[in-house]
């Protein structure tokens, strides 16, 4: 017959284990009651504050733009000359419809708008517009650069690589240092050889061509020796990573967004060329710049 004590310790060792298995399955659920009834747990979640908004407001109420000369609408209304109410940007004109119109309406943009693009202007030259874009605390910044950048007289003597990126990162540290919360969209650079593909069937485009610009995609325009191939892969290949560095350094601030290469993936066709130039946006090519900024600026998601 068993001895009584053993029996005892043997239902005492039974409680104590199952004591212990209640215990650990209340810690691992969560689900401690408190005097009023609920959860520890369910306290702690109705306690959480709302998720934060999304840093990117889709309804800037300014915009300041800086880039190049097709910000500044060159040749969008007369030969060799810029045509600001033209940008794609910022302008006033009711046939380009600028993403400032669309976003602020025409009366917005005339009041809350200001364009900082230079005619000419290289990466070098971003970070200075930048600081006076920032003086204008504005909802959203645009960016357009890089083609001069690429249009020099020789493949030699374009911007490198690494020389485009340290000026493109000098730019968002200027409007960050002043402007924290202001908004960056920035568009990719246009691919040059589709344009010089383009506008070669034009021969009114040709001769002003041959006054100087974009010299290393465009001149010798029918030239299709391999030398003159090379020099304009050579401009291709130099865009096309650009265009990398301004995705790479936008991805790292939070409140830029990259277009995707949605500019230079557009099949720019004649109808949106310059009839002055046949190389820049015309007031057609304008408004199709201002629409793709419009869908990416105020997407719920940045472009893929």
Known sequence: MPDRSVRHRSRTALAALAAVTLLGTAVLTGCDSGPDGTTKGAKADAGRKPAAAPLWDRSPESVAAVGDSITRGFDACSVLADCPEASWATGTDSSVRSLAVRL???????????????????????PEQMALAAQ???????????ANDACRDSVRTMTP??????????????????????????????????????GRV????????????CKSMLGDADNMGASAVARRTAVQDRVVAYNEVLREVCAKD???????????????????LSQWDWFHPGRNGQARLAEIAYRNVTAARPPG
Request: a positive charge; one cysteine or more; glycine letters at 10%.
């Open 104 to 126: 602020l309406g025409a009366s917005g943009a005339a009041d809350r708008s200001w364009n900082h693009a230079e005619t000419g202007a290289r990466i070098a030259q971003l």
């Open 136 to 146: 204008e605390n504005p909802g959203l910044v645009t960016v357009m650069i890089g």
């Open 161 to 198: 690589v690494a020389d485009f990126r340290a000026s493109f990162e000098a730019s968002l540290r200027r409007l960050r240092s002043a402007a924290p919360k202001t908004q960056v969209y920035v568009s990719s650079v246009p691919d040059l050889k589709r344009l010089w593909s383009t």
């Open 202 to 213: 034009n021969q009114l485009g040709k001769q002003i061509w041959k006054l100087g610009i």
């Open 254 to 272: 939070r409140r830029c967004r990259y277009d995707g290469g949605a500019v230079f993936d557009y099949r720019f066709t004649g109808k949106q």
